[in-house]
């Protein structure tokens, strides 16, 4: 997890480095629709390795950008990832982002 007295200066910056990958922005699409369990990920986000998606998820988690929920005692056990509270108030940026690059990708020629 990142330490407060290790956080940027700049609030974009900080931003910057929870999000440092593209593919915590895919999993936060995901999860933007609805809780998933990882192999629903696994399988809904094209490219994206077993590997960089455990690891990813563990970044969000320990971020406390998403929560993880676990079900059940004895293997196999049923482990759901959903968007914590800080994960809900990322929604509207990352839709701006997205409309933004819509708009950017239509536009340049």
């Known amino acids: ?22 593919w915590k922005i895919y999993i936060l699409q995901k999860l933007f629709e609805r809780p998933h369990r990882f192999n629903e990920l696994k399988k809904s986000i094209f490219g994206i390795s077993q590997k960089v998606l455990s690891e990813s998820l563990k970044q969000l988690e320990e971020d406390k950008i998403i929560l993880r929920k676990v079900e059940g005692e004895n293997p196999p056990q049923k482990v759901e990832y959903f968007l914590s509270e800080f994960g809900e108030i990322l929604r509207p940026l990352i839709f701006e982002i997205e409309k933004f690059g819509i708009f950017y990708k239509s536009n340049i020629k």
Not at 1 to 22: D, G, H, R
């Open 1 to 22: 997890m990142i330490k407060k007295s290790e956080l940027p200066e700049c609030p974009v910056a900080i931003v910057l480095q929870i999000l440092n990958s593209k």
